[in-house]
């Protein structure tokens, strides 16, 4: 079972951005990923499609199962 930490971002244009973080180490510390959102806001370091990161929208765990068939 595959987990990733979804960031959450509304950008200067208003609209949604995300940041994923493979295997998050949990349980999850919600003040340390404020802390981190506030300075991937702060230090302005990434750039979306409709601008920069201007305000934190959440923050969410997502589990993904994969079953592989093996086809001949």
């Not at 940041?19 to 302005?44: C, F, G, H, R, Y």
């Amino acid at each position: 079972m595959a987990k990733t930490l979804e960031l959450q971002f509304t950008t200067q244009l208003g609209k949604s951005a995300n940041v994923s973080v493979d295997d998050p180490i949990e349980p999850i510390d919600t003040a340390q990923v404020k802390l981190a959102m506030d300075n991937l806001i702060a230090e302005n370091v990434i750039q979306s499609s409709s601008g920069a990161l201007v305000a934190i929208k959440g923050a969410r765990v997502v589990e993904r199962n994969v079953t592989e068939y093996e086809i001949l």
